[in-house]
Protein backbone atom coordinates (compact mmCIF):
# COMPACT_ATOMS: atom_id res chain seq x y z
CA UNK A 1 0.00 0.00 0.00
CA UNK A 2 1.55 3.32 -0.94
CA UNK A 3 0.86 6.10 0.72
CA UNK A 4 1.06 10.03 0.10
CA UNK A 5 0.18 12.69 2.33
CA UNK A 6 0.14 16.34 0.41
CA UNK A 7 1.91 19.07 1.27
CA UNK A 8 -1.14 21.20 1.98
CA UNK A 9 -2.50 22.88 5.60
CA UNK A 10 -6.33 23.54 5.73
CA UNK A 11 -7.76 25.87 8.40
CA UNK A 12 -11.26 27.41 9.15
CA UNK A 13 -11.31 30.81 9.48
CA UNK A 14 -13.91 33.00 11.15
CA UNK A 15 -14.93 36.37 9.53
CA UNK A 16 -17.16 39.18 9.41
CA UNK A 17 -19.12 40.01 5.82
CA UNK A 18 -21.38 42.09 5.84
CA UNK A 19 -22.17 42.40 9.53
CA UNK A 20 -22.39 38.24 9.90
CA UNK A 21 -20.06 35.71 10.71
CA UNK A 22 -18.95 33.22 8.48
CA UNK A 23 -17.12 30.15 8.79
CA UNK A 24 -14.43 30.20 5.83
CA UNK A 25 -12.48 27.14 4.75
CA UNK A 26 -8.98 27.70 3.81
CA UNK A 27 -6.07 25.58 2.47
CA UNK A 28 -2.47 26.92 1.49
CA UNK A 29 1.11 25.29 0.92
CA UNK A 30 4.12 25.97 -0.43
CA UNK A 31 7.30 28.59 1.09
CA UNK A 32 5.81 30.34 4.25
CA UNK A 33 8.04 33.55 3.87
CA UNK A 34 7.40 32.73 0.15
CA UNK A 35 5.25 35.50 -2.57
CA UNK A 36 1.60 35.02 -1.53
CA UNK A 37 -0.43 33.86 -4.46
CA UNK A 38 -4.28 33.80 -3.41
CA UNK A 39 -6.50 32.20 -5.71
CA UNK A 40 -10.12 32.40 -6.55
CA UNK A 41 -12.30 29.62 -7.35
CA UNK A 42 -14.95 29.57 -10.46
CA UNK A 43 -18.30 29.90 -9.83
CA UNK A 44 -20.09 27.30 -8.62
CA UNK A 45 -17.27 25.42 -7.49
CA UNK A 46 -14.69 25.30 -4.91
CA UNK A 47 -10.79 25.24 -3.87
CA UNK A 48 -10.11 22.01 -5.33
CA UNK A 49 -9.90 23.13 -8.71
CA UNK A 50 -6.43 24.25 -7.47
CA UNK A 51 -4.91 20.76 -6.83
CA UNK A 52 -2.61 20.60 -9.21
CA UNK A 53 -1.07 23.95 -8.59
CA UNK A 54 -0.75 23.59 -4.51
CA UNK A 55 1.06 20.16 -5.44
CA UNK A 56 3.25 21.80 -7.79
CA UNK A 57 7.03 21.60 -6.15
CA UNK A 58 8.21 23.97 -8.52
CA UNK A 59 5.69 26.66 -7.40
CA UNK A 60 5.95 26.00 -3.78
CA UNK A 61 9.75 26.44 -3.34
CA UNK A 62 9.31 30.25 -4.59
CA UNK A 63 5.29 30.83 -3.52
CA UNK A 64 2.93 30.63 -0.67
CA UNK A 65 -0.22 29.15 -2.39
CA UNK A 66 -3.50 29.65 -0.38
CA UNK A 67 -7.00 29.37 -1.52
CA UNK A 68 -10.34 29.53 0.12
CA UNK A 69 -13.80 28.73 -0.51
CA UNK A 70 -16.38 31.42 -1.30
CA UNK A 71 -19.59 31.43 1.33
CA UNK A 72 -21.79 28.81 0.03
CA UNK A 73 -19.34 26.75 -1.67
CA UNK A 74 -17.08 23.69 -0.55
CA UNK A 75 -16.65 23.38 2.94
CA UNK A 76 -17.31 27.37 3.52
CA UNK A 77 -20.55 27.76 5.24
CA UNK A 78 -23.61 29.66 4.45
CA UNK A 79 -24.18 32.66 7.12
CA UNK A 80 -27.17 31.57 9.24
CA UNK A 81 -30.07 32.49 8.30
CA UNK A 82 -29.37 31.66 4.46
CA UNK A 83 -32.91 29.84 4.47
CA UNK A 84 -34.45 32.84 4.56
CA UNK A 85 -33.23 34.47 0.94
CA UNK A 86 -31.48 33.26 -2.41
CA UNK A 87 -27.55 33.68 -2.79
CA UNK A 88 -26.74 36.24 -5.49
CA UNK A 89 -23.36 37.16 -5.61
CA UNK A 90 -22.40 40.61 -6.59
CA UNK A 91 -19.36 42.73 -7.50
CA UNK A 92 -19.45 44.87 -4.44
CA UNK A 93 -19.90 41.76 -2.28
CA UNK A 94 -17.09 39.58 -4.18
CA UNK A 95 -14.64 42.29 -3.92
CA UNK A 96 -15.31 43.04 -0.31
CA UNK A 97 -15.41 39.29 0.70
CA UNK A 98 -11.51 39.32 -0.65
CA UNK A 99 -10.68 41.92 0.81
CA UNK A 100 -11.85 40.74 3.82
CA UNK A 101 -9.69 37.68 3.13
CA UNK A 102 -6.61 39.05 2.90
CA UNK A 103 -7.00 41.32 5.63
CA UNK A 104 -7.48 38.49 8.13
CA UNK A 105 -4.54 35.98 6.47
CA UNK A 106 -2.37 39.11 6.45
CA UNK A 107 -1.21 38.80 2.99
CA UNK A 108 1.40 41.59 2.09
CA UNK A 109 0.38 42.55 -1.65
CA UNK A 110 -0.50 39.23 -2.68
CA UNK A 111 -0.56 37.97 -6.10
CA UNK A 112 -4.45 37.71 -6.64
CA UNK A 113 -5.20 34.72 -9.19
CA UNK A 114 -8.70 34.34 -10.05
CA UNK A 115 -10.39 31.53 -12.49
CA UNK A 116 -13.41 33.28 -14.36
CA UNK A 117 -15.73 35.07 -12.03
CA UNK A 118 -12.47 34.82 -9.85
CA UNK A 119 -10.94 36.19 -13.15
CA UNK A 120 -13.34 39.10 -13.41
CA UNK A 121 -13.31 39.54 -9.91
CA UNK A 122 -9.13 40.23 -9.89
CA UNK A 123 -10.32 43.01 -12.57
CA UNK A 124 -12.02 44.87 -10.13
CA UNK A 125 -9.29 44.64 -7.45
CA UNK A 126 -6.76 45.65 -10.11
CA UNK A 127 -9.09 48.94 -10.52
CA UNK A 128 -10.03 49.16 -7.01
CA UNK A 129 -7.38 47.99 -4.74
CA UNK A 130 -4.19 48.32 -6.56
CA UNK A 131 -2.41 49.46 -3.41
CA UNK A 132 -3.55 46.72 -1.34
CA UNK A 133 -2.63 43.98 -3.95
CA UNK A 134 0.44 43.18 -5.36
CA UNK A 135 -1.01 42.04 -9.48
CA UNK A 136 -3.12 39.82 -10.71
CA UNK A 137 -3.44 36.67 -13.12
CA UNK A 138 -6.70 36.75 -14.65
CA UNK A 139 -7.82 32.84 -16.04
CA UNK A 140 -10.82 33.18 -18.34
CA UNK A 141 -11.17 36.45 -17.57
CA UNK A 142 -13.86 38.85 -19.54
CA UNK A 143 -15.67 42.14 -19.42
CA UNK A 144 -19.51 40.65 -19.55
CA UNK A 145 -21.16 38.13 -21.10
CA UNK A 146 -25.01 38.25 -22.01
CA UNK A 147 -27.14 35.14 -21.16
CA UNK A 148 -27.05 32.80 -23.94
CA UNK A 149 -29.14 29.70 -21.89
CA UNK A 150 -31.90 29.63 -19.66
CA UNK A 151 -30.25 29.70 -16.39
CA UNK A 152 -33.79 29.08 -14.53
CA UNK A 153 -32.56 25.29 -15.25
CA UNK A 154 -29.98 25.22 -12.92
CA UNK A 155 -32.27 25.76 -9.64
CA UNK A 156 -35.67 24.24 -9.81
CA UNK A 157 -37.18 21.25 -7.83
CA UNK A 158 -37.87 19.14 -10.75
CA UNK A 159 -34.24 19.39 -12.28
CA UNK A 160 -31.55 17.89 -10.98
CA UNK A 161 -29.24 20.37 -10.11
CA UNK A 162 -25.77 19.02 -9.63
CA UNK A 163 -26.34 17.05 -13.00
CA UNK A 164 -27.98 20.52 -14.74
CA UNK A 165 -24.99 22.87 -13.69
CA UNK A 166 -22.15 20.02 -14.26
CA UNK A 167 -24.27 19.39 -17.89
CA UNK A 168 -24.19 22.89 -18.80
CA UNK A 169 -20.25 23.92 -18.23
CA UNK A 170 -19.64 20.10 -19.36
CA UNK A 171 -18.81 21.45 -22.64
CA UNK A 172 -16.46 24.43 -21.23
CA UNK A 173 -13.44 21.60 -20.88
CA UNK A 174 -10.70 20.79 -23.64
CA UNK A 175 -11.33 17.99 -25.93
CA UNK A 176 -8.31 16.47 -24.61
CA UNK A 177 -8.43 17.05 -20.70
CA UNK A 178 -7.28 14.00 -18.88
CA UNK A 179 -10.47 11.74 -18.45
CA UNK A 180 -9.55 11.71 -14.45
CA UNK A 181 -9.48 15.67 -14.50
CA UNK A 182 -12.61 16.30 -16.41
CA UNK A 183 -14.60 14.47 -14.48
CA UNK A 184 -13.60 15.74 -11.19
CA UNK A 185 -14.00 19.15 -12.40
CA UNK A 186 -17.36 18.20 -13.30
CA UNK A 187 -17.79 16.55 -9.75
CA UNK A 188 -17.07 19.67 -8.13
CA UNK A 189 -20.43 21.06 -9.83
CA UNK A 190 -22.38 18.07 -9.22
CA UNK A 191 -21.76 18.41 -5.28
CA UNK A 192 -22.69 22.37 -5.71
CA UNK A 193 -25.39 23.31 -3.36
CA UNK A 194 -28.72 24.61 -4.51
CA UNK A 195 -28.57 27.39 -6.62
CA UNK A 196 -25.40 28.94 -5.55
CA UNK A 197 -23.99 28.52 -9.43
CA UNK A 198 -26.94 30.40 -9.89
CA UNK A 199 -26.33 32.74 -7.77
CA UNK A 200 -22.62 33.14 -8.78
CA UNK A 201 -23.81 34.00 -12.33
CA UNK A 202 -25.66 36.87 -11.11
CA UNK A 203 -22.10 38.31 -10.83
CA UNK A 204 -21.17 36.90 -14.39
CA UNK A 205 -23.80 37.61 -16.20
CA UNK A 206 -25.88 40.74 -14.69
CA UNK A 207 -23.99 42.99 -12.14
CA UNK A 208 -20.83 42.40 -12.54
CA UNK A 209 -19.94 43.96 -16.01
CA UNK A 210 -16.20 45.38 -15.65
CA UNK A 211 -15.84 46.79 -18.52
CA UNK A 212 -16.49 50.69 -17.62
CA UNK A 213 -13.62 49.99 -14.59
CA UNK A 214 -10.91 49.03 -16.95
CA UNK A 215 -9.68 52.40 -17.81
CA UNK A 216 -8.97 52.65 -13.90
CA UNK A 217 -6.61 49.99 -14.50
CA UNK A 218 -2.98 50.90 -14.38
CA UNK A 219 -0.44 48.08 -14.75
CA UNK A 220 2.54 50.08 -13.36
CA UNK A 221 0.42 50.29 -10.08
CA UNK A 222 -1.04 46.81 -10.31
CA UNK A 223 0.45 44.47 -13.16
CA UNK A 224 -2.00 42.08 -15.52
CA UNK A 225 -1.31 38.66 -16.75
CA UNK A 226 -4.40 37.15 -18.69
CA UNK A 227 -4.03 33.56 -19.76
CA UNK A 228 -7.24 31.86 -21.60
CA UNK A 229 -7.78 28.50 -23.02
CA UNK A 230 -9.17 28.24 -26.71
CA UNK A 231 -12.34 26.16 -26.04
CA UNK A 232 -13.85 28.83 -23.49
CA UNK A 233 -16.89 29.97 -24.81
CA UNK A 234 -17.74 31.49 -21.89
CA UNK A 235 -15.31 33.51 -21.35
CA UNK A 236 -13.47 33.40 -25.01
CA UNK A 237 -9.93 34.55 -26.19
CA UNK A 238 -12.22 37.40 -27.95
CA UNK A 239 -13.66 38.24 -24.70
CA UNK A 240 -10.24 38.00 -23.34
CA UNK A 241 -8.80 40.41 -26.05
CA UNK A 242 -11.15 43.22 -25.51
CA UNK A 243 -10.26 43.34 -22.01
CA UNK A 244 -6.20 43.35 -22.62
CA UNK A 245 -6.87 46.06 -25.44
CA UNK A 246 -8.86 47.99 -22.84
CA UNK A 247 -5.93 47.79 -20.09
CA UNK A 248 -2.52 48.95 -21.53
CA UNK A 249 0.60 47.23 -20.60
CA UNK A 250 -1.82 43.87 -19.71
CA UNK A 251 0.04 40.83 -20.81
CA UNK A 252 -2.27 38.12 -23.02
CA UNK A 253 -1.36 34.44 -23.83
CA UNK A 254 -3.91 32.35 -25.54
CA UNK A 255 -3.68 28.92 -24.13
CA UNK A 256 -3.91 25.67 -26.58
CA UNK A 257 -6.08 22.51 -26.21
CA UNK A 258 -7.32 24.19 -22.63
CA UNK A 259 -10.85 25.36 -21.62
CA UNK A 260 -12.66 27.05 -19.03
CA UNK A 261 -11.16 25.50 -16.05
CA UNK A 262 -7.54 25.42 -16.83
CA UNK A 263 -5.77 24.64 -13.46
CA UNK A 264 -8.49 21.90 -13.01
CA UNK A 265 -8.48 20.16 -15.67
CA UNK A 266 -5.26 19.49 -17.58
CA UNK A 267 -3.05 21.09 -14.74
CA UNK A 268 0.18 19.60 -16.79
CA UNK A 269 -0.78 21.58 -19.88
CA UNK A 270 -1.73 24.74 -17.64
CA UNK A 271 1.68 24.88 -15.67
CA UNK A 272 3.96 25.17 -18.88
CA UNK A 273 1.77 28.50 -19.22
CA UNK A 274 1.04 29.26 -15.72
CA UNK A 275 5.07 29.12 -14.37
CA UNK A 276 6.45 31.51 -16.73
CA UNK A 277 3.37 33.71 -16.08
CA UNK A 278 3.82 33.55 -12.18
CA UNK A 279 7.86 33.89 -12.49
CA UNK A 280 6.89 37.38 -14.45
CA UNK A 281 4.35 38.49 -12.01
CA UNK A 282 6.71 37.43 -9.09
CA UNK A 283 9.00 39.63 -10.97
CA UNK A 284 7.02 42.71 -11.31
CA UNK A 285 5.80 42.75 -7.61
CA UNK A 286 9.33 42.64 -6.58
CA UNK A 287 9.43 45.79 -8.71
CA UNK A 288 6.34 47.37 -7.10
CA UNK A 289 7.57 46.52 -3.57
CA UNK A 290 11.20 48.25 -4.22
CA UNK A 291 9.82 51.27 -5.88
CA UNK A 292 7.47 51.38 -2.33
CA UNK A 293 10.05 51.52 -0.40
CA UNK A 294 12.21 54.31 -1.98
CA UNK B 1 -22.14 24.34 -49.36
CA UNK B 2 -22.16 21.57 -47.34
CA UNK B 3 -23.51 18.49 -48.77
CA UNK B 4 -24.73 17.15 -45.61
CA UNK B 5 -27.44 14.53 -45.34
CA UNK B 6 -29.17 15.14 -42.10
CA UNK B 7 -30.97 11.68 -42.32
CA UNK B 8 -27.87 9.83 -42.94
CA UNK B 9 -26.08 11.36 -40.43
CA UNK B 10 -28.70 11.39 -37.49
CA UNK B 11 -29.22 7.26 -37.93
CA UNK B 12 -26.21 7.06 -35.45
CA UNK B 13 -28.08 8.51 -32.68
CA UNK B 14 -29.64 4.97 -33.10
CA UNK B 15 -26.04 3.43 -31.71
CA UNK B 16 -26.58 4.85 -27.94
CA UNK B 17 -25.07 2.01 -25.71
CA UNK B 18 -26.61 0.46 -22.58
CA UNK B 19 -25.08 3.21 -20.33
CA UNK B 20 -25.91 6.44 -22.30
CA UNK B 21 -29.75 4.70 -22.59
CA UNK B 22 -29.69 4.12 -19.22
CA UNK B 23 -28.28 7.33 -18.26
CA UNK B 24 -31.74 8.79 -20.62
CA UNK B 25 -34.08 6.20 -18.81
CA UNK B 26 -36.63 8.91 -17.95
CA UNK B 27 -36.40 10.39 -21.25
CA UNK B 28 -39.08 10.10 -23.82
CA UNK B 29 -39.45 12.96 -26.27
CA UNK B 30 -39.77 13.96 -29.91
CA UNK B 31 -36.85 15.89 -30.95
CA UNK B 32 -36.61 18.18 -33.98
CA UNK B 33 -32.80 18.60 -35.72
CA UNK B 34 -33.21 21.03 -37.84
CA UNK B 35 -30.38 21.76 -40.34
CA UNK B 36 -30.99 24.86 -42.70
CA UNK B 37 -33.93 22.86 -45.07
CA UNK B 38 -33.56 19.48 -43.87
CA UNK B 39 -35.70 18.37 -40.67
CA UNK B 40 -34.99 15.39 -38.83
CA UNK B 41 -37.52 13.96 -35.70
CA UNK B 42 -36.04 11.95 -33.50
CA UNK B 43 -38.57 9.79 -30.99
CA UNK B 44 -36.90 8.92 -27.55
CA UNK B 45 -38.49 6.17 -25.86
CA UNK B 46 -37.19 5.54 -22.17
CA UNK B 47 -33.40 6.38 -23.63
CA UNK B 48 -33.98 4.49 -26.97
CA UNK B 49 -34.04 6.14 -30.17
CA UNK B 50 -37.06 4.09 -31.68
CA UNK B 51 -37.84 6.28 -34.50
CA UNK B 52 -36.14 9.07 -36.92
CA UNK B 53 -38.64 10.52 -39.57
CA UNK B 54 -37.94 13.08 -42.20
CA UNK B 55 -39.96 15.73 -41.20
CA UNK B 56 -40.04 17.06 -44.38
CA UNK B 57 -42.05 14.28 -45.53
CA UNK B 58 -44.90 14.58 -42.64
CA UNK B 59 -47.79 16.53 -43.12
CA UNK B 60 -47.68 17.71 -39.41
CA UNK B 61 -44.28 17.19 -37.62
CA UNK B 62 -44.82 16.64 -33.99
CA UNK B 63 -42.11 17.17 -31.58
CA UNK B 64 -41.59 18.31 -27.76
CA UNK B 65 -38.73 20.46 -28.11
CA UNK B 66 -36.53 21.55 -31.32
CA UNK B 67 -32.60 22.37 -32.14
CA UNK B 68 -32.46 24.39 -35.24
CA UNK B 69 -29.05 25.51 -36.84
CA UNK B 70 -27.43 25.78 -40.29
CA UNK B 71 -25.95 23.22 -42.11
CA UNK B 72 -22.72 24.02 -42.05
CA UNK B 73 -22.83 24.32 -37.99
CA UNK B 74 -23.89 20.85 -37.71
CA UNK B 75 -21.17 19.88 -40.56
CA UNK B 76 -18.53 21.53 -38.47
CA UNK B 77 -20.19 20.30 -34.84
CA UNK B 78 -20.36 17.09 -36.46
CA UNK B 79 -16.48 16.73 -37.57
CA UNK B 80 -14.62 13.93 -35.42
CA UNK B 81 -12.29 16.91 -33.94
CA UNK B 82 -14.52 19.72 -33.71
CA UNK B 83 -12.60 23.22 -33.45
CA UNK B 84 -13.06 25.89 -30.44
CA UNK B 85 -16.78 27.02 -30.75
CA UNK B 86 -17.84 24.22 -32.78
CA UNK B 87 -17.60 21.88 -30.10
CA UNK B 88 -20.33 21.76 -27.83
CA UNK B 89 -24.44 22.28 -28.08
CA UNK B 90 -23.77 25.79 -25.77
CA UNK B 91 -20.70 26.86 -27.96
CA UNK B 92 -23.33 27.13 -30.33
CA UNK B 93 -25.63 28.62 -28.56
CA UNK B 94 -23.26 31.37 -27.28
CA UNK B 95 -22.71 31.97 -30.74
CA UNK B 96 -25.98 32.21 -31.26
CA UNK B 97 -25.70 29.71 -34.19
CA UNK B 98 -28.44 27.47 -32.91
CA UNK B 99 -31.57 28.03 -31.20
CA UNK B 100 -33.37 25.50 -28.73
CA UNK B 101 -37.33 25.93 -28.68
CA UNK B 102 -40.02 24.00 -27.17
CA UNK B 103 -40.35 22.08 -24.21
CA UNK B 104 -36.84 21.98 -23.23
CA UNK B 105 -37.63 20.45 -20.14
CA UNK B 106 -36.55 17.29 -20.98
CA UNK B 107 -33.38 18.62 -22.55
CA UNK B 108 -32.06 20.93 -19.49
CA UNK B 109 -33.23 18.26 -17.23
CA UNK B 110 -30.83 15.54 -19.01
CA UNK B 111 -27.64 17.31 -20.96
CA UNK B 112 -25.20 14.64 -20.25
CA UNK B 113 -27.57 12.14 -22.30
CA UNK B 114 -28.24 14.70 -24.83
CA UNK B 115 -24.62 16.25 -25.38
CA UNK B 116 -23.68 12.57 -25.68
CA UNK B 117 -26.33 11.06 -28.03
CA UNK B 118 -26.08 14.46 -30.27
CA UNK B 119 -22.24 13.94 -30.56
CA UNK B 120 -22.74 10.31 -31.80
CA UNK B 121 -22.79 11.11 -35.55
CA UNK B 122 -18.99 12.29 -34.76
CA UNK B 123 -17.84 8.84 -35.28
CA UNK B 124 -19.45 7.93 -38.05
Request: aromatic residues 8%.
Amino acid sequence: MSIRIEPVTARYLHVDLDGRDHRMFVEEAGNPGGVPVLCLHTAGADTRQFRGLINDDEVLRTCRVIAFDLPYHGKSSPPAGWQEGAYRLTAAGYASTVMAMIGALELHRPIVMGCSIGGRLVLYLAADHADRIGGVIGLQSGGHVDPYYDTDYLNRPDVHGGLACAGVVSGLIGPDSPDQDRWETLWHYMQGGPGVFKGDLHFYKVDGDVRDRLAAVDTSRCPVFLLTGEYDYSCSPDDTRQVADAIPGSSMTIMTGLGHFPMSEDYASFREYLRPTLTAAVKAREQLLEEARR
Amino acid sequence: MSELDLIERVNALRKADDRLVAQGRLVRAKMLIEAGDQAAVVTIVDGTVTAIANANELVMPAWTFALRASEEEWAQFWEPAPRPGHHDLFALLRRKQLRIEGDIHPFMSNLFYFKALLALPRVV
